[in-house]
């Protein structure tokens, strides 16, 4: 990995299969400020249809979601994971759910913006999955 400009850049080898990435929150899931509880939890719909159609044409598909609420003491990991395990299931019942889902517990450093876009992800928060799954 190396910094320019301002940007950490992630380099890692090219993919055997293509993959699709999906935010958690806002994405599968309507957007909770907070969200710590399974209750204040909304699959949108189809969701579990569109994983099943990406994965019928090849697709990879991978969940990734920043939960700084862990560091924060505001929700346990096991909960966090309770609602992972709760929402894969949902999504199988309406088609099939992710192959893998990724999960970043800690608060996030000061955003750094440029050009009007904020980074959110860790750096090589995506490498990880890349090298995991080449």
Partial sequence: ?????????????????????????GV??????????????????????AFSRLKSAGFLTVVVTNQPMVARGQLKEKDLLQMHHWLERQLKSQGEAWDE???CPHTPPPLVTRGG????APPGYDAQYVRECD
């Fill in 117 to 120: 876009s904020a980074a959110h």
């Fill in 28 to 49: 599968l899931v309507e957007y909770v400020e907070y969200l710590s509880r399974l209750e204040q939890m909304r699959i949108r719909p189809c969701a579990g249809a």
């Fill in 101 to 103: 889902i990724y999960y």
């Fill in 1 to 25: 990995m190396g910094r320019e400009a301002g940007w950490w850049i992630a380099v890692a080898p090219p993919l055997t299969q293509p993959a699709v990435f999906f935010d958690r929150d």
